[in-house]
């Protein structure tokens, strides 16, 4: 079946350091892509998403490429702040499908 | 920007108990999901709901649990008969429609049970 792996965390990472959060996914068809954030106490939003390979999601200064060769959404960002601490979900939708599968989540920690 | 509201925050109820979770949706949303979220693990679904039947269900969806849109507004989760196991977060979600679009997320709703 579709599945997503997440790097296991916590990532601890210091103020205005490099972030990568790996995502890899199996799918039987040609899936759209999805990073969520999950701020605590709060629901998940939507962060970025990429709907075909090659494609590169971007938001807040968060990016991910559609890597379709390695089947990897990584999360990338070139600066992080103390208010991006939160837990990082990748998920994907499959087909026509409207329920994503989602991955474990990935908790960062960023110390000023 | 519109949201998507929970409510309570936090709920606790004795095993056994029946208990409703509220959302209400995006006012022009069609589409309405709850989630589960074990703490540490992972989001799981559990519900869709579309033009007032449930559209998908997952296996975690048995008859403890059902979805109500009793009026225009309101989307519920009830579980009959709690398990120290429903302890979790529980989630709501809709999206204007289908396929490959994005839900907005409430901000849940801690279930614990005793």
């Known amino acids: 079946g579709d599945s997503v792996t997440q790097m296991e965390g916590p990532v601890t990472l210091s103020e205005e350091a490099f972030l990568t959060i790996n995502c890899t996914y199996t799918a039987t068809g040609y899936p759209s892509l999805f990073w969520y954030v999950q701020y605590p106490g709060e629901g998940l939003q939507l962060l970025l998403k990429?709907?075909?390979?090659?494609d590169k999601g971007s938001n807040k200064g968060f990016e991910a490429t559609y890597r379709k060769e390695t089947t990897s959404f990584h999360l990338e960002k070139g600066s992080v702040q103390v208010s991006d601490s939160a837990v990082y979900f990748c998920a994907l939708y499959i087909g026509g499908s409207y329920i994503p599968t989602f991955g474990r989540g990935t908790s960062l920690i960023v110390h000023p | 920007e519109p949201e998507v509201t929970q409510t309570p925050s936090h709920q606790v109820t004795q095993m056994g108990q029946e208990v409703i979770l509220r959302c209400v949706p995006i006012s022009n949303h069609l589409y309405f999901y709850w989630y589960r979220q074990i703490l540490g693990q992972k989001v799981e679904f559990l519900v869709s709901f579309y033009n007032n039947e449930i559209s998908e269900k997952s296996e975690i969806f048995d008859d403890q649990f059902s979805v109500e849109r009793p009026d225009g507004s309101n989307f519920t989760l009830k579980i009959r008969s709690t398990k120290l196991e429903d302890s979790a977060m529980y989630f709501c979600a809709s999206s204007e429609n289908a396929r490959n679009q994005p839900q907005h997320f409430g901000d849940g709703t801690r279930l614990s049970i005793l």
């Open positions: 990429a709907t075909k390979a090659d």
